[in-house]
């Protein structure tokens, strides 16, 4: 009898790991590969010839397939806001590599039920998107679906290869530091269930019109999970101060899950301080509503798309200055552990506790 392992026992991200680790680059034109926000390709001479040149201009490269029922659920989720949305994932990717991006496919499977005024709306988002941070679309692919909507989106991005930021290069005494406020989009998301619950608890042929979502003072939270803004403001908010982090990534799955991952990738270990996390009022009275801790939510809700990110620690009177940018921790040794500091003073192993669909 063969053995069988079950894909919930990796997870998404070990599952990758598992599929890749014999993977090896055969040209010299891809300088980074998987493991990061997006991959790295040039197609400058002096890559091909082996040279080095630290002004070499390189191409940015990553995807995203979203799915109907595993990632959005239409019940609540407007058209147009999926495809705002589904393009500000993949440009966000880029940004966390301290790229510009530029270019954009979409492709789609699309099932019956659909019509060409609903796929108008999806791509008008789409576009709003791509007008707002000045990336063209420039292809894609349609299909038909047994299974709903699939969409799937490739972004291009440029830079210069001594200005790309890896996960991999943080260090020992360096600050980590986020962008913007965290948990909000997990409160947005906890709002739309809840409203979609009460929605399927009606009964009788008036349902629709007495279901009536109770959302007043909670726009922020709906609007950061509904119409997240990934954050190119921060990339040239930090360009202009002078600072280039030594790591960095975007929060998607949740704090505790990418700085793990950037421990991981930079073999390192870290101490992030409760106090510090920077969490909306609106924020901490709503997961107080719901009997949830705002730190949880901070730690692990996802779908934020601030930056997260180290600097040297030289970069500390800067950094500080800057607007909406919050230190909460520092990189430490890979022996000490990746730990949370509470307001008491007590440590606990950070946990990767953040969405992952192909956990069990």
């Given at each position: 009898m063969?053995?069988?392992t079950?894909i919930s026992t990796l997870?998404e991200f070990?599952?990758?790991r598992h599929?890749t680790?014999?993977?090896k680059?055969?040209?010299?034109?891809?300088?980074k590969?998987?493991?990061?926000?997006?991959?790295?390709v040039t197609?400058?001479?002096?890559a091909?010839?082996?040279e080095?040149?630290e002004n070499?201009g390189?191409?940015?490269?990553t995807?995203?397939?979203?799915?109907?029922?595993?990632?959005?659920?239409?019940?609540?989720?407007?058209?147009k806001?999926?495809?705002?949305?589904a393009a500000m994932?993949?440009i966000?990717?880029?940004?966390?590599?301290?790229g510009?991006?530029?270019q954009?496919?979409?492709s789609?499977?699309?099932?019956k039920r659909?019509?060409v005024e609903?796929?108008?709306?999806?791509y008008?988002g789409?576009?709003?998107?791509?007008k707002?941070h000045?990336?063209?679309i420039v292809?894609?692919?349609?299909?038909s679906?047994l299974?709903?909507?699939?969409?799937?989106?490739?972004c291009?991005?440029?830079a210069?290869k001594?200005d790309i930021?890896?996960r991999s290069?943080a260090?020992?005494?360096d600050l980590?530091c986020?962008?913007?406020?965290l948990?909000?989009a997990?409160?947005?998301?906890?709002?739309?269930e809840?409203?979609?619950a009460?929605?399927?608890?009606?009964?009788?042929?008036?349902?629709?019109?007495q279901?009536?979502p109770?959302?007043?003072?909670k726009?922020?939270?709906l609007e950061?999970?509904?119409?997240p803004?990934a954050r190119?403001?921060?990339v040239?908010?930090?360009?202009e101060?002078g600072i280039?982090?030594t790591?960095?990534?975007d929060?998607?799955?949740?704090?505790s899950?990418?700085l793990?991952?950037?421990c991981?990738?930079s073999?390192?270990?870290?101490?992030?301080?409760?106090?510090?996390?920077p969490?909306d009022y609106?924020?901490?009275?709503?997961?107080?509503?719901?009997g949830?801790s705002?730190?949880?939510?901070?730690?692990?809700?996802g779908?934020?798309?601030?930056?997260l990110?180290?600097?040297a620690?030289?970069?500390y009177?800067?950094v500080?200055?800057?607007?909406?940018?919050h230190i909460?921790?520092?990189?430490?040794r890979?022996e000490l552990?990746?730990?949370?500091?509470?307001r008491?003073?007590?440590?606990?192993?950070?946990?990767?506790?953040?969405?992952?669909?192909?956990q069990a």
């Amino acid at each position: 009898m063969n053995n069988r392992t079950e894909i919930s026992t990796l997870g998404e991200f070990g599952l990758i790991r598992h599929l890749t680790a014999d993977i090896k680059p055969q040209n010299a034109s891809t300088l980074k590969g998987i493991g990061d926000d997006c991959a790295v390709v040039t197609t400058d001479l002096c890559a091909k010839s082996g040279e080095k040149d630290e002004n070499l201009g390189c191409t940015l490269m990553t995807t995203d397939l979203l799915l109907e029922g595993v990632h959005f659920d239409l019940t609540y989720v407007p058209l147009k806001h999926l495809g705002y949305k589904a393009a500000m994932v993949n440009i966000s990717d880029i940004y966390a590599m301290n790229g510009k991006p530029t270019q954009l496919t979409v492709s789609l499977g699309v099932s019956k039920r659909f019509s060409v005024e609903d796929l108008e709306q999806l791509y008008q988002g789409i576009k709003l998107a791509c007008k707002n941070h000045g990336v063209d679309i420039v292809g894609g692919d349609t299909t038909s679906s047994l299974t709903g909507l699939t969409i799937s989106i490739t972004c291009l991005g440029q830079a210069n290869k001594d200005d790309i930021v890896y996960r991999s290069g943080a260090k020992d005494t360096d600050l980590v530091c986020v962008s913007g406020d965290l948990g909000a989009a997990y409160m947005g998301l906890q709002l739309l269930e809840r409203e979609k619950a009460v929605f399927n608890q009606q009964t009788g042929k008036d349902a629709e019109t007495q279901a009536q979502p109770d959302f007043q003072g909670k726009e922020y939270l709906l609007e950061r999970q509904l119409k997240p803004e990934a954050r190119g403001d921060v990339v040239s908010q930090l360009r202009e101060a002078g600072i280039k982090p030594t790591a960095m990534i975007d929060i998607s799955d949740g704090l505790s899950s990418e700085l793990l991952h950037i421990c991981h990738e930079s073999h390192c270990g870290c101490s992030i301080y409760e106090d510090r996390l920077p969490i909306d009022y609106q924020t901490s009275i709503q997961a107080e509503q719901f009997g949830i801790s705002p730190v949880t939510c901070a730690l692990n809700g996802g779908e934020d798309y601030e930056l997260l990110f180290t600097v040297a620690l030289k970069d500390y009177e800067r950094v500080s200055q800057l607007e909406g940018i919050h230190i909460i921790g520092h990189i430490q040794r890979e022996e000490l552990g990746a730990l949370l500091v509470t307001r008491d003073g007590a440590e606990y192993p950070l946990q990767a506790q953040g969405w992952n669909h192909l956990q069990a």
